[in-house]
């Protein structure tokens, strides 16, 4: 055993090999590998995963890392086999529901450039020679898709890096690690001691217990899933002549009834969702007398096979009758959003996470963290998948467990974009939440908190300000009350909740240096100054989009979202570690739970503040961008005259204890002004109309503050930013591609978000974000355009379920374009 190497990787499944080629290919070679079981085939859900590879996700980032798997198995080879056979995957409709899902599915790889096609019954009957084409109504094709040989890639990536002096060793067991100075410096091994600059986890089903070792949460849920290979079939026989041909038909999956299929040759593979989610203690898997070579296969439970049995005959005739040649309950990881964990930890620096990955993505995992790891920077937008995005409860064993199995139970299920999680709920509650939901308040879950989305009591509104209805797919988790909340607000006032963002204090003697160095604009401001800020990555992508207000000379508010709240904070921590930075100089606090944040924007909003408080809210006392200390009546309050929802208007910050009394007294003096609690729905209405970019739909990573429409909120005559560099080369260079406002041109068209944009009949980008403009009237959507098709008057199309509906590049924002209303 190594008594000492640069980096340690734990785990030599598909996720660990596929981090150490990556890092080796990039020049990272003192490395080493190590596992609990033997190599490659270590006894994990790569030993015995069925190997599909479906690219087509609702996840850019999944379908991106699928679609370069595909393309780095297609290249790996051992003894003349390839990692992959791709032999196309088919997705099989058994419902009307369905079919129209595939068409939404089809937009999807439209949006992220996967090839396609839609297959009538015969046609999936003509790729599938045993499927019964009576009992479909149609498929979707995807002709590169296919089946991974997972034992075999793992191998042949860990081949190439030994080949560049990597090294691996089987049959270690991790006993704990080391720290010094707050960060990992060695593992502790059954073998002995390694010392370390950093270590990855990609340990899998292990994984919560490397990190338990570490201090680390991992929030994943091992669980069984089922897995069956039939005898011989006689059709299967022929198609396979004899045992020659391991795999010919496509990939498929029967997701009306949580299923999915693939040859063995002569036998037909089943894999089975269907059944309760049956979770599992990984650690137990190898305590004493539990210890095999393939601790993750459990016996397999017959009860939980018998409906899926009866659904494979339906669609497979020739396989009634035929016995299990094999038959198991396999253990895959399950996190509680879905995603992958990505990233290094930000309270254990040196400690980094590859967890979570699926065969389908590891191709693509390995390498975005090797270039993180390797250049600072894994070349893409993953904010999904960061191991730092979740909140504190979001890693306890309770939630955890309860979401995983969640996610089981809904893998295969048509998900609308909208879609609420229902377990666990009422976790997080702002001071106002008694009196929303005397309202009727229709609540929304973000990081947690329960955020009202419309209210119920606001339906007498619909007499006044008349929406149209809607039906269907677009009618789900909306209701017409968000236009007429909406409607209300630009006609008089609107009282939002805004306690759920995430509030942070950024204080000490480095503190304006820090931020003026993380910041595109200029924060240097007098105390009392509010100014919007995107920070950056180095390549100039979009990392987060902030409102900061310096309420002392040496202490800014950070004000950003609820979900990428604990991400950006990971963000600050990173940057001031990096900078040198310890407390006595630098604080960095999550403030959130402290403060109750109230929206009170509309034309009436200054009459009804002015009504409850004695200082001074004239435009001239207070101007656009100002924030000050204020009370309302006995209320200690901070008002930031800045407006999200285009209109005049006050984001309000008072200690949580006195949230709900400065409710009351807002709503009390709000009476004689027409004013309306609104919810989330109308706030995302007003804001598009507006043209407020969403980031992690219109901005991230992924894009420039220039192509965003953003530049006015950079400072290139600031000496120094992070990011700076990357912004003058695109400045010189001219930008390709500029988001821009598109209006549906069909009265009452709708779309939600990601479907293609198409010029020409070819897709050309996807729809980043929208919502109807109650105002304007019309349907708005935004997308990033080619720099020559970025002009007002351009005609495009949007896909929505399989039709084309005509679009038109417009004004941004289209809504009180000069910003007379908020400046009055």
Not at 69 to 82: H, M, Q, W
Not at 167 to 187: C, M, N, P, Y
Not at 542 to 551: A, F, G, N
Not at 691 to 696: D, E, M, N, V
Request: with cysteine; net charge negative; proline share 6%.
């Amino acid at each position: 055993m190594q008594e000492a190497v640069r980096l340690v990787i734990i785990g030599s499944g598909i996720a660990g090999c596929s981090a150490a080629y990556h890092l080796a290919e990039l020049g990272w070679t003192d490395i080493l590998v190590i596992d609990q079981g033997p190599l490659y085939r270590t006894g994990g859900s790569t030993s015995h995963a069925p190997g599909g590879v479906f690219q087509t996700s609702p996840s850019r980032m999944l379908s991106d890392f699928a679609r370069y798997t595909v393309e780095l198995y297609a290249g790996l080879r051992i003894d003349g086999l390839a990692g992959i056979t791709q032999v196309g995957g088919i997705e099989l409709a058994e419902t009307a529901a369905r079919l129209e899902e595939l068409k939404r599915r089809r937009g999807l790889q439209q949006s992220w450039g996967i090839d396609g096609v839609i297959l009538s019954p015969a046609e999936c009957r003509d790729r599938i020679p045993i499927l019964d084409q009576r009992k479909v109504l149609g498929g979707l094709f995807v002709p590169t898709d296919g089946v991974a040989r997972p034992v075999l890639a793992a191998e042949a990536m860990a081949r190439r890096a030994i080949e560049k002096g990597v090294r691996f060793q089987g049959d270690v067991e991790i006993l704990g690690f080391e720290k010094t100075g707050g960060r990992v410096s060695a593992v502790l091994t059954g073998e002995g001691r390694i010392a370390v600059e950093t270590v990855l986890c990609c340990a899998g089903i292990w994984g919560p217990k490397i990190g338990r070792l570490a201090g680390v949460p991992i929030s994943l849920q091992p669980l069984q899933h089922q897995y069956v290979k039939t005898e011989p079939v006689a059709e299967l026989v022929e198609l396979a002549h004899g045992a020659e041909v391991e795999v010919s038909i496509p990939l498929l999956r029967a997701q009306d009834h949580s299923l999915y299929f693939r040859q063995h040759g002569d036998s037909w593979g089943i894999g089975n969702y269907r059944h309760a989610p049956l979770p599992v203690d990984a650690e137990a898997l190898l305590a004493p007398g539990r210890a095999s070579r393939m601790p993750s296969l459990m016996a397999f439970t017959p009860e939980h096979f018998e409906e899926c049995h009866r659904a494979s005959i339906n669609l497979f005739p020739c396989i009634e009758g035929k016995g299990l040649a094999d038959s198991f309950n396999g253990i895959f990881s399950f996190p509680p959003d879905g995603m992958p964990l990505i990233g290094e930890y930000q309270d254990l620096p040196g400690f980094w996470v590859a967890e979570g990955v699926w065969i389908t993505h590891a191709g693509g995992v390995g390498r975005a963290v090797a270039h993180w790891m390797a250049e600072g920077d894994p070349g893409a937008d993953l904010r999904e998948a960061d191991i730092n995005r979740f909140h504190p409860h979001q890693t306890t064993r309770d939630f955890v467990l309860r979401r995983g199995a969640q996610q089981y139970r809904e893998i295969y299920d048509i998900i609308h974009p909208a879609y609420q999680i229902t377990d666990p709920r009422d976790l997080r509650v702002t001071p106002v939440n008694p009196r929303q939901r005397s309202l009727d308040a229709h609540f929304h879950e973000s990081a947690g908190w329960e955020r009202p989305q419309w209210y119920g009591a606001n339906a007498a509104l619909l007499d006044r300000f008349p929406v149209t209805a809607r039906t269907g797919w677009a009618a789900v988790e909306w209701s017409p009350i968000i236009g007429a909340e909406h409607l209300a607000t630009r006609a008089a006032a609107g009282l939002f909740d805004l306690s759920a963002f995430t509030k942070i204090e950024v204080a000490g003697p480095a503190a304006l240096g820090f931020l003026q160095h993380l910041c595109a604009n200029d924060v240097d401001k007098p105390v009392g100054k509010v100014v919007y800020s995107a920070m950056l990555t180095e390549r100039g992508g979009i990392k987060c989009d902030l409102t900061l207000t310096r309420v002392a000379p040496d202490r800014f508010l950070v004000l950003t979202g609820a979900s990428t709240g604990m991400s950006d904070i990971a963000w600050l921590r990173l940057r001031a570690r990096l900078a040198g930075h310890d407390d006595a100089v630098l604080r960095i606090s999550d403030v959130t739970r402290q403060y109750c944040g109230l929206g009170l924007w509309g034309p009436q909003a200054r009459a009804i503040l002015q009504q409850v408080t004695e200082d001074d809210v004239s435009h001239a006392a207070m101007p656009y961008y100002t924030a000050k200390p204020i009370t309302l009546g006995a209320i200690p309050a901070l008002a930031l005259r800045i407006s999200y929802a285009g209109e005049l208007g006050w984001e309000i910050y008072v200690p949580a204890e006195f949230g709900a009394a400065a409710w009351d007294r807002l709503r009390e003096a709000g009476a004689s002004h027409d004013l309306t609690v609104c919810g989330g729905g109308a706030l995302d209405s007003l804001r598009i109309e507006k043209g407020y970019r969403l980031w992690g739909a219109d901005i991230h990573t992924d894009y420039t503050p220039l192509e965003a429409g953003l530049a006015w909120a950079v400072r290139f005559a600031k000496p120094d930013f992070l990011g700076r560099a990357a912004l003058l080369r695109q400045r010189e260079a001219g930008i390709r591609r500029r988001l821009c406002c598109l209006t549906l041109d069909e009265p009452g068209a709708v779309v939600l978000g990601k479907e293609p944009v198409l010029i020409g009949g070819l897709p050309v980008s996807y729809v980043t974000s929208t919502n109807f403009g109650y105002s304007v009237g019309r349907q708005i959507a935004y997308a990033y355009l080619p720099i020559d098709a970025a002009e007002a008057g351009q005609t495009v199309e949007i896909e929505y379920f399989g039709v084309r509906h005509p679009a038109t590049v417009g004004a941004d924002p289209l809504f009180d374009p000069a910003g007379q209303r908020i400046k009055i």
